[in-house]
């Protein structure tokens, strides 16, 4: 060997010898953090929660079904009206509905299926929705293929039922693998996206400027919440790392990191406080984080469930949380004794997507029945 190739060869040694030094470290501070967190850790919520008056009972039902979809409903989202959703389909439509009446206010049709994300602008005049690449070898010559790119489109919404929506769309964001969600912040003017390339990120909706990117998830990252503050300067975000990871949208930096789930995360939400999150998973339990403690404070799981935890969102007073599941149900769960109060049933196939109206007094979920219930 030449005195070249042993210099090399001793470099790489002591560079895989400092990278095991470190992993290794790191492992060990992760250890003294785990044990700082268990000293903290006295006493369970349910314990806390014992005198708490136990909820009465418990009843809600369909009030109306929203029929439209050519296939599965992948996401939904209120606008801050109370009375419309805007919602995304695999048959590659978006569509506006006014909750009250079941019709159809709007709709644009994608050039291609999987439209995974969509959210409604907080004035209420924009719609954006989020897109999954394919070839466009296998599909019509004929079509626009500006869409098919792994990016968030924003729509601005009009009276006209006439006017051509697709033509006024801005292409904001543009990530290198498939965008899994997307939300405004407090205004129509930035937004933040999800994506299976294992980042978030900011942006600006008027330039499509990148504001800031989001980097520590170690697989797709599957879904993200904002901070219900006025101020706004905190998201969380979930993925197939199983991690759930609390971001400063200023810094760019991942500020709490939670590991306690067994498979994917596939929705993550604010408690109405701010103060905790719930995250639900594939590994058929939803969670409660408390942000102020730092841990895990609720497991709501049932031997009998199985299937995973699509999605999941609180009652405006935090009292409940509701969830979909896989096997085409929704359960309730008590969030302070950690119980199941009630379990809906009425859809025909998983249920993908669920969201609480801005004034507490409904929820819609959605479903691969190709359906929109609205539930009170």
Request: glycine letters at 6%; aromatic letters at 10%.
């Amino acid at each position: 060997m030449s005195p070249r190739h042993r210099q090399m060869a001793t470099e790489a040694l002591h560079e895989n010898e400092t990278l095991a030094s470190l992993k290794s470290e790191a492992e060990s501070l992760k250890g003294k953090l785990e044990e700082e967190r268990a000293k903290l850790h006295d006493v369970e919520l349910h314990q806390v929660a014992e005198r708490v008056e136990a909820l009465g009972q418990f009843v809600m039902k369909t009030r109306r079904t929203l029929k439209g979809h050519g296939n599965k409903v992948l996401c939904m989202d209120w606008c801050k009206d109370k009375r419309r959703i805007v919602s995304s389909s695999q048959d590659g439509k978006v569509i506006v509905w006014d909750s009250f009446t079941t019709n159809k206010e709007h709709a644009v049709t994608m050039p291609c299926t999987w439209v995974m994300a969509c959210a409604y602008a907080p004035s209420g005049c924009a719609i954006a929705c989020g897109f999954k690449q394919f070839s466009c070898l296998s599909l019509p010559s004929s079509w626009d293929y500006s869409g098919l790119d792994n990016k968030c489109s924003v729509y601005p919404l009009t009276f006209d039922k006439n006017e051509n929506m697709a033509a006024k769309k801005k292409s904001v964001a543009m990530h290198t693998n498939y965008l899994s969600a997307c939300s405004f912040t407090n205004s129509d003017m930035q937004i933040l996206t999800a994506s299976g390339d294992g980042t978030c990120a900011l942006w600006d909706v008027e330039s499509g400027q990148l504001l800031q990117s989001f980097h520590g998830h170690g697989a797709d990252v599957l879904c993200l919440d904002l901070a219900p503050s006025e101020t706004g300067n905190t998201f969380v975000s979930g993925g197939c790392d199983k991690k759930a990871m609390v971001w400063d949208m200023r810094s760019g930096q991942c500020v709490q990191a939670f590991e306690t789930h067994e498979s994917d995360i596939n929705s993550v939400r604010y408690y109405p406080s701010g103060d905790a999150f719930a995250s639900g998973s594939d590994d058929a339990t939803c969670r409660l984080y408390d942000l102020r403690a730092d841990r895990e404070v609720a497991i709501y799981s049932k031997e009998s469930i199985i299937f995973g935890a699509s999605s999941v969102d609180f009652s405006l007073s935090g009292r409940l949380l509701f969830a979909g599941y896989n096997d085409y149900t929704i359960n309730v769960w008590d969030v302070l004794k950690g119980s199941r109060v009630s379990i809906l049933f009425g859809h025909e196939n998983r249920v993908s997507t669920l969201r609480v109206s801005p004034d507490g007094t409904a929820f819609c979920s959605g479903s691969w029945d190709h359906t929109l219930r609205v539930w009170a």
